[in-house]
């Protein structure tokens, strides 16, 4: 029998940000199940149009919400507010825009800026560093420095008295984190080897590796 949610994933970072979302999600609501569907991204299954009626980008992961009409969700920012709006009812890991406006703006500030500059910008070190066809040591260079930037700005906002990137006090762990998180966990094969430049990155990268919801989304679509 067919489960309300249906994944097309494989387990990159931008894959794992919404299988790891999930599992938390069912950590807090049993009830919460979904199908996944392998995408092997290595043959370009993703390219292939019956998928690319669903993700006109041709990028994993895609949400198919077989209980809203088959609605169709891409983008992963995108697959994680919507997961957030619609699954987590009880605001566990977000916050309502009308209710607490403030935090949700934050949430939002947070998530582009792991969508637009961490992610782009650490998937490019690694395709430098790994599957480029010729060594071009100014691109490695320039995308290694300015990732470690990026982690950097991740070290101010969390050296200030936080756990987390967004909520009151020392903050809440949200979709956020989640966002982010997937990135920053697969450091070392981007060939930065240690978060000891960034001590409160480290602890923070370390909390989420402890909780089992998240690391419970790492190997989801493995075929």
């Avoid at 009830?31 to 019956?50: F, G, L, M």
């Avoid at 891409?74 to 697959?79: R, V």
């Avoid at 957030?84 to 916050?95: I, L, S, T």
């Amino acid at each position: 029998m067919s489960k309300p949610l249906l994944l097309y994933t494989f387990p990159t970072p931008n894959g794992v940000k919404v299988s790891a979302f999930l599992e938390e999600l069912k950590t807090v609501y049993p009830s919460i199940e979904y199908d996944v569907e392998s995408i092997n991204i290595s043959k370009n299954t993703q390219k292939e149009p019956w998928f690319i009626k669903l993700n006109p980008n041709g990028r994993i992961p895609v949400l198919v919400d077989r209980s809203r009409n088959d609605f169709v969700v891409f983008e992963t920012a995108a697959i994680l507010l919507y997961l957030q709006q619609h699954y987590d009812v009880k605001n566990n890991f977000g916050w309502d825009p009308k209710e607490n406006p403030d935090e949700y703006s934050q949430t939002l500030q947070w998530i582009f800026f792991a969508h637009g500059g961490v992610g782009p910008m650490q998937g490019q070190l690694n395709h430098f560093n790994k599957a480029a066809p010729i060594d071009i040591p100014y691109a490695k260079k320039r995308y290694l420095d300015e990732t470690k930037r990026l982690y950097g700005v991740l070290e101010i906002r969390l050296s200030q008295d936080r756990d987390w990137l967004v909520g009151p006090g020392r903050g809440v762990y949200s979709i956020a984190d989640i966002n982010v998180l997937a990135w920053v966990r697969v450091h070392a094969f981007s060939g930065i080897e240690s978060l000891d430049e960034w001590p409160n990155v480290k602890k923070w990268v370390e909390a989420a590796l402890a909780r089992p919801g998240f690391s419970a989304g790492f190997n989801v679509g493995r075929s």
